[in-house]
């Protein structure tokens, strides 16, 4: 009797142990990023690294900021329908580090791509983004308790066929055949009327013409849009362009980084110039909002054939 009680005292301690070490487990992801001369470090730290359905996960950004930089928000872009997104009380930074949480929960089983996450720093009286690194969420379907409980699947029950079954089988492969038959002999016929006609290629739109119809939709929508969307669009389209006409990946780049890239295209002041404009006006005031939105979309225009 006293070996079994041992043995059960032993299993009850390195049970509770196992549960210490997964409760605590968490995935951290690091990137640095450049302002000029300063080098910014970004953090993204999953708090536990894996989920269940529904369970709350919390998300945590943090930015080590070199003297000279101060972030002024953190930026999320939509996240999926899958995905619940809550904003908690920003933590205090030490010294210039400034970190933000969220609390997370996913509703589908698998990975979850995270939303976009970028920091709005100020330099020198003017704003720029850094982009957090990318993560994703995964989510499991049942905790390890509630696994345990359930019974195995014994799969479904066989029931023998009886001869009206057989003869709807037959009936169908009949008809399927047939069909199959039908749309064989459809297909060879038309190839051949087309076997002397060669396709046009489909003409390529240009550039310009992407760029101009994107503003025409925005500036249709200047009313309706929240500011922010707005001229996050507005970056987008100018980006793109800039992507299309040069082959730099401009929507990966900051504001700064793609002033460096692009030194050896054409001018590209005009596109500079519109792109550090939008981020002002993202988070300045105006009495006459729309009017200035009108007047960056104009400027936007003038992008087009200077690259």
């Known amino acids: 009797m006293r070996l079994v009680a041992s043995l059960l005292a032993v299993a009850v301690v390195l049970s509770g142990c196992t549960r210490g070490v997964g409760a605590g487990a968490k995935r951290i992801v690091e990137r640095e990023e450049s302002v000029g001369a300063s080098h910014v470090k970004l953090r993204s730290e999953l708090s536990p690294a894996r ?10 950004l943090t930015a ?34 400034r970190s933000r949480a969220f609390l997370l929960r996913g509703f589908d089983l698998g990975s979850i791509p995270l ?27 049942l ?27 037959i009936a ?13 002999s ?32 925005l500036e249709q929508e200047i009313a309706s849009l929240p500011r922010d969307i707005f001229y996050e669009r507005l970056a987008q389209a100018l980006r793109t362009y800039a992507a299309a006409v040069t082959g730099v990946s401009a929507l990966d780049l900051t504001t700064s980084e793609l002033d460096k890239a692009l030194s050896a295209h054409g001018r590209r002041e005009p596109l500079i110039a519109a792109l550090r404009r939008a981020d002002l006006a993202k988070f300045g005031r105006y009495r006459d909002e729309e ?11 003038s992008v087009a054939g200077t690259l």
């Open 143 to 169: 905790t390890a308790q509630a696994t345990g409980q359930l019974r195995p699947d014994r799969g479904a029950i066989q029931t023998p066929l009886r001869p009206i079954d057989y003869a709807v089988l």
């Open 172 to 184: 169908a492969a009949a008809l399927v055949l047939s069909l199959v038959l039908f749309l064989v």
């Open 51 to 60: 989920g269940t359905l529904g369970d709350p996960i919390t998300w945590r």
């Open 186 to 217: 459809k297909l060879l016929r038309s190839r051949r009327r087309r076997a002397d006609i060669a396709a046009a290629p489909a003409p390529v739109e240009p550039p310009e013409s992407i760029l101009s119809r994107e503003l025409d939709q």
């Open 115 to 141: 939303p976009r996450a970028t920091l709005v720093v100020m330099a020198h009286g003017s704003l720029d983004t850094l982009e957090f690194p990318r993560d994703t969420l995964f989510v499991d379907s």
């Open 291 to 301: 009017s200035e939105a009108r007047s960056i979309v104009r400027q936007a225009r």
């Open 64 to 97: 080590s900021l070199p003297a000279g930089l101060k972030s002024t928000s953190v930026l999320l872009d939509p996240p999926p329908s899958t995905l619940e997104v809550d904003s908690l009380r920003a933590a205090p930074g030490v010294g210039n580090t």
